[in-house]
């Protein structure tokens, strides 16, 4: 059964950059059928797509937030980053790693498995 | 503000039925699979339905999911108090300065 753990520092100082990585498990991160995406939900708000990573390192990202983002994938730890830089407290979320469905290209068909979630939070 | 369009609520008593409806335009819902998730209090997003209509292994036949032109609906009949959650729906939308996948605003559901 597919597993995915986010971990990473809970709080992040303003302006400062945030890192946090996702370690895949009982299932292949090297799979073609899929990519892996990070979705964060502010407090009190919806979900919001920051991007998503296919094995081979082609990423897309969500235009709001592309200037300031980078997702990045080491398949030989089965794990994907993402970074996301000069955070401010509007970047205060809980972040969440998740399994993208689809063949390369196609980005259509949603999120599959997804991790427990880590709150991060940006304060001085 | 989001490029899909959902209410902000939805109540109906246990054992009724309830519909959740998600609005878009041809660049995303109308040409895309649409894809809805269940959010639990204190839970990750779950998928219950995907390409439109198909319910991946484990959710009840309760959940069902419909496409008509650029709009998408989530049903849930034989409602139950654990149904109580936030109902997202979402597609990649593609127009013509840039593109990527979308969530609506989620629709809260309250089991009476």
């Known amino acids: 059964q597919l597993q995915l753990q986010e971990s990473g520092p809970g709080l992040v100082e303003p302006s400062e950059t945030l890192y946090l990585t996702c370690i895949v498990s009982g299932g292949s991160i090297s799979s073609s059928s899929c990519y892996w995406g990070w979705i964060r939900q502010p407090p009190w708000k919806g979900l919001e797509w920051i991007g998503s990573?296919?094995?081979?390192?082609?990423?897309h990202y969500n235009p709001s937030l592309k200037s300031r983002v980078t997702i990045s994938v080491d398949t030989s730890k089965s794990q994907f980053s993402l970074k996301l830089s000069s955070v401010t407290a509007a970047d205060t979320a809980v972040y969440y790693c998740a399994r993208h469905k689809g063949d390369y290209g196609d980005l259509s068909r949603g999120f599959d498995s997804w991790g427990q979630g880590t709150l991060v939070t940006v304060s001085s | 503000q989001s490029v899909l369009t959902q209410a902000p609520s939805v109540s109906a008593a246990p054992g009724q039925k309830v519909t959740i409806s998600c609005s878009g335009s041809?660049?995303?819902?109308?040409?895309?699979?649409v894809s809805w998730y269940q959010r639990l209090p204190g839970t990750a997003p779950k998928l219950l339905i995907y390409e439109d209509e198909k319910r991946p292994s484990g959710i009840p036949d309760r959940f069902s999911g419909s496409k008509s032109g650029a709009s998408a609906t989530l049903g849930i009949t034989g409602l139950q108090t654990g149904d109580e959650a936030d109902y997202y729906c979402?597609?990649?939308?593609?127009?013509?300065?840039?593109?990527?996948?979308?969530f609506g605003g989620g629709t809260k559901l309250t089991v009476l």
């Open positions: 990573i296919y094995y081979s390192g082609s990423t």
């Open positions: 979402g597609t990649w939308d593609r127009s013509l300065s840039a593109e990527g996948w979308v």
């Open positions: 041809s660049s995303n819902i109308g040409n895309n699979y």
